[in-house]
């Protein structure tokens, strides 16, 4: 099926492991974002990718590691997972830069214990 | 200062009224101007987007973006009980898409 698409859509880790959430999307949109979503938050940039293997930071990247070797994959780390870190992530993806609607996965609700 | 910040609510309003939602923003480099409707334990999807100063209407929709005053609104007439959920004013500027904390709405029937 044609989408984005995230996994686990929930998880549960202790802190100080590491975490990885997987976002994969089939339509080759270029660019791709990961956000997290906390009450009284909204959405915060994690990190986004304008194309494979371009990445920059978002507003609360600390904590967090990227990587795109391919255009339709775009995983986020968790390198040692905190209580902090409790939340719901957001993955998206926009055709273009030029394109304004991001299309979002269904979320991941990760806890941290 | 937060780039974009929103009245987080909650707002509940009886079926059929009228509903502002309102947003400000800092950066006056943001390029275009959107809405996001989000339901519970959903992904938020696009409502409406524009990008220059001025109205645009889309059925019960209407968003409307001042520049000068860096000020964007969501009216939404006749509301139904089908309208609660929450939303999300989100910025544009090159590669990044900046959002706004979320209004939460209920529609009282």
């Known amino acids: 099926d044609a989408g984005i698409t995230q996994s686990p859509r929930y998880k549960i880790t202790e802190t100080g492991r590491q975490v990885t959430l997987m976002c994969h999307q089939t339509w080759s949109h270029s660019y791709m974002f990961w956000y997290r979503q906390d009450l009284g938050h909204g959405l915060r940039l994690i990190y986004y990718?304008?194309?494979?293997?371009?990445?920059d930071k978002g507003e609360v990247s600390d904590g967090y590691v990227v990587s795109r070797s391919k255009t339709e994959n775009f995983p986020l780390t968790l390198e040692s997972a905190t209580r902090s870190q409790t939340s719901v992530y957001f993955c998206a993806s926009i055709r273009t830069g030029a394109a304004t609607e991001a299309f979002f996965g269904q979320g991941t609700r990760l806890t941290v214990v | 200062q937060k780039e974009v910040e929103q009245d987080p609510g909650p707002l509940s309003v009886p079926e059929g009224a009228i509903v502002s939602l309102n947003c400000t923003y800092s950066?006056?480099?943001?390029?275009?101007f959107m809405w996001y409707r989000q339901y519970s334990r959903k992904g938020p999807e696009l409502l409406m987007y524009?990008?220059?100063?001025g109205n645009k209407e889309d059925g019960r929709f209407t968003a409307q973006v001042d520049k000068s005053s860096k000020y964007i609104s969501l009216f939404i007439r006749d509301s139904q009980p089908s309208d609660s959920a929450t939303y999300l004013c989100a910025m544009k500027l090159e590669d990044k898409v900046i959002f706004g904390p979320g209004t939460s709405l209920s529609v009282i029937p």
């Open positions: 990718s304008a194309a494979a293997d371009i990445t």
């Open positions: 950066n006056s480099a943001f390029q275009y």
């Open positions: 524009t990008y220059s100063s």
